[in-house]
């Protein structure tokens, strides 16, 4: 009988904080001990110290991955709760401070006892009586008390039949204080009146030459450059942290006729929220009273405050700047603006970029072959040059090697981009994004509310003189346009509402008709309002009012270009972009826009159905074009799908949003270009970082293996690059959008 493979049910969901880790090789270990487990997908983040697991709950509990991750030598603590942004920050920020104060403990410690060490090592006139022996002591302490870290990080690996960058500064260390143990001991390096002098390459004297010096200052070294990550993976992640704990922690509600004063967590939907002036507005919701100005900035960086009233839609987190309000809770909790931010940031800050999964292959081999190619070094110099020399040589290809660079380069970049984005309102959803924004030629751009204001205002109401219809005022012919669009949130529908001021005729039977517009029943007649008959365009947008299937009369209506329109697309032109205009609007209006704001009238598709969209960015791939979608409406959302890169402006829809590939959280085109700019710097950078990191691997590996290369020097070497990548990383934080 065959075993029948039974589907796992929904997977659950957990964060992991994971302690411990010293390079990408650590959180390689960890993912393949977890992704083990039946049912269990995980992804580990080196740089952010997290894992996040989905796993099936019938067979996997948290406490089981828990005791995985430590069962493969790591501390392991659940990430959230009721206040999940708090916590994460907080637990992890609590852990790696804990992490940096021993560090630089173990680092002041070790310098202290290894400066006089590698002085007495280098200045033969200072080498004393039996000199060499004080420098076995101060070498020691630095060998058990500093080195402990690595070795017990070696050790713990060992247990598991793992390799990582630990076990290379373990070995190398180690091997360099046996050797000058057997020289002092058995050798003539302890007999009074030894001399020697330090080189810049490993030295070739006789068995009398002990390598105290290189165990201290590698130690050192390498105990500075982690104590520089780990103070430097605090700052990259500095923006999320600010995003996270940016809301609101208590609301002032209204129960009945009193105030109540209640934590964020016990908001509900539809509670009544009081914000008075210079108090963070605690959730999203509707302003049901009172009239203010609202600062956006944390979430827009948008610096001009927005003017609310009743009616009008406030994002958590942000200011109310001047009035009182009363605002009724639409959204709280983990569906608030404010936290799907948090999340897509922090997911993209977890997951991995093609080209660090590259990295990571490369990481998981690169020991096991580091350590062959010392062996082989030690063999070749024994054969040739002597024991000495082919210890030091071997040391020093152990130390020079340690892929830690290797492993920082993306994952920092990822953070600090990514963060930097959040605080300009740029939301990058994953590392792959990356890849796309250096590929794009093309963006194709929606007119409404995405290059022009979105606020259409009636300009002009034409009735005809139809026989059929009865000949109507301009009055009447807007009153039942009206009252068919009174319902839609379409910026046509609220400009045609908003310019009538009279009583609405009473309507029923509504229908939306995509790409048609709306149809009612007013008075017996079936009205529909939407694209007026071909011959009826205008240098406006024009909308044909239907009385039981014949015009009654058009409504032309315009919406102005925003102030920031052509910079942003000249910007996208120097990006190397070439911009298309997609509407569903009049050929003439959509032409007089695009000349407006500098898109060639060849460029231009307009009239395009929802549907048409879709087709349209299909069309424009077929021919090669590797395509960016804007838009911010629900009829955008398919389009942005199919894109190669689809961009949703903040202030449209969420299913836009959703379907998109980055979200600009303003209303800004401006910032379209500059999300680009940041995703291509970001980019830029990881490829810089690993570029680095191979390079001084590829270099420095052979020189020491041919013996040229003092184990000190290379511990100075080793460190200097991780700290490199990382500072290097964190330029991104001062990133600039263009003025």
Not at 234 to 263: H, Y
Not at 701 to 713: D, K
Request: net charge negative; charged share 20%.
């Amino acid at each position: 009988m065959t075993d029948v493979l039974q589907p796992h049910g929904p997977l659950a969901h957990l964060d992991l904080g994971v302690t411990g880790m010293t390079c990408t090789s650590c959180s390689s270990r960890v993912e393949r001990k977890l992704n083990k487990v039946e049912g269990v997908e995980a992804t580990v983040n080196f740089a952010t110290e997290s894992a996040s697991v989905s796993y099936d709950p019938t067979t996997t509990t948290p406490a089981d991955l828990i005791e995985i991750v430590e069962g493969a030598g790591y501390g392991a603590f659940t990430v959230g709760g009721e206040d999940k942004e708090e916590s994460t920050s907080t637990t992890t920020e609590s852990a790696r401070d804990a992490e940096a104060a021993d560090l630089l403990q173990r680092t002041l410690i070790s310098g202290a006892l290894s400066l006089p060490l590698m002085v007495l090592s280098m200045v033969p006139a200072l080498q004393f009586q039996h000199w060499q022996w004080a420098c076995l002591v101060l070498a020691t302490i630095v060998y058990i008390f500093g080195g402990a870290p690595f070795h017990r990080a070696t050790w713990a690996n060992l247990k598991h039949g793992a390799a990582t960058m630990d076990t290379l500064i373990t070995m190398g260390t180690t091997a360099a204080y046996a050797w000058s143990l057997y020289a002092l001991f058995l050798g003539n390096a302890g007999m009074p009146g030894m001399t020697m002098h330090m080189t810049l390459r490993s030295n070739d004297a006789q068995m009398d030459h002990i390598y105290l010096e290189s165990v201290g200052m590698v130690i050192t070294f390498l105990l500075l450059g982690r104590w520089f990550e780990v103070k430097a993976k605090g700052r990259s992640s500095e923006a999320l942290t600010k995003l996270l704990t940016m809301g609101a922690k208590d609301a002032t509600v209204l129960r009945g006729e009193s105030e109540q004063r209640i934590p964020v967590s016990d908001l509900r939907v539809g509670d009544i929220i009081v914000v008075r002036p210079g108090e963070k507005i605690a959730t999203d919701g509707v302003v049901t009273a009172g009239h203010s100005a609202v600062d956006e900035s944390l979430l827009t960086g948008e610096s001009l405050p927005v003017e609310v009233s009743p009616g009008s839609r406030v994002t958590g987190a942000t200011i109310n700047a001047s009035g009182r309000l009363e605002v009724r809770a639409t959204r709280v909790g983990s569906d608030t603006v404010l936290a799907q931010m948090g999340k897509l940031v922090t997911d993209a800050q977890a997951s991995k970029a093609p080209i660090q999964r590259l990295a990571d292959r490369i990481a998981g081999v690169f020991v096991p072959i580091v350590i062959a190619i010392a062996l082989l070094t030690l063999i070749a110099h024994l054969f040739v040059g002597g024991t000495a020399p082919a210890f030091v040589a071997a040391v020093a290809v152990l130390i020079i090697a340690c892929p830690c660079a290797m492993g920082l380069a993306t994952p920092t970049a990822i953070l600090v981009g990514t963060g930097r984005g959040a605080e300009l309102g740029i939301l990058i959803k994953g590392p792959e994004i990356l890849e796309s924004t250096r590929q794009i030629d093309t963006i194709v751009l929606d007119k409404t509310g995405t290059i022009t204001e979105g606020q259409m205002s009636v300009t002009t109401v034409t009735p005809t003189d139809s026989p059929i219809v009865g000949a109507r005022t301009e009055d009447e012919l807007l009153g039942l346009a009206a009252a068919v669009e009174k319902g839609s949130k379409h910026p046509i529908a609220r400009a045609i509402v908003a310019a009538y001021d009279g009583e609405l005729p009473a309507a029923d039977n509504f229908k939306e008709l995509p790409g048609q517009g709306i149809e009612a029943t007013i008075g017996g007649s079936r009205i529909r309002v939407g694209r007026p008959p071909a011959g009826y365009e205008g240098t406006g947008t024009q909308v044909g009012v239907f009385v039981d299937g014949t015009l009654a009369g058009t409504i032309e209506l315009h919406d102005h270009v925003k102030a920031s329109s052509a910079a942003a697309i000249a910007r996208l032109k120097e990006l190397g972009l070439e911009p298309y205009l997609l509407t569903g609007d009049n050929t003439n209006a959509a032409q007089a826009v695009a000349r407006e704001v500098g898109i060639a009238v060849s460029d231009v598709q307009a009239e395009v159905m929802p549907e048409d969209k879709v087709d349209a960015v299909k069309r424009l791939q077929a021919e090669g074009k590797v395509v960016a979608m804007v838009g911010d409406g629900v009829n955008d959302a398919a389009a942005l799908a199919q894109a190669d890169l689809g961009i949703a402006m903040g202030a449209g829809a969420d299913v836009a949003i959703e379907a998109s590939d980055i979200t600009v959280m303003n209303n800004d085109l401006g910032s379209v270009a500059d999300s680009v700019r940041l995703a291509r710097q970001t980019l830029r950078i990881i490829k810089g970082n690993l570029f680095w990191a191979f390079a001084y691997n590829i270099i420095l590996i052979p020189v020491a293996a041919f013996g040229l290369l003092n184990p000190l020097l290379a511990g100075l070497a080793m460190a200097f690059s991780s700290v490199f990548v990382v500072t290097n990383s964190l330029r991104l934080r001062k990133f600039a959008p263009a003025e």
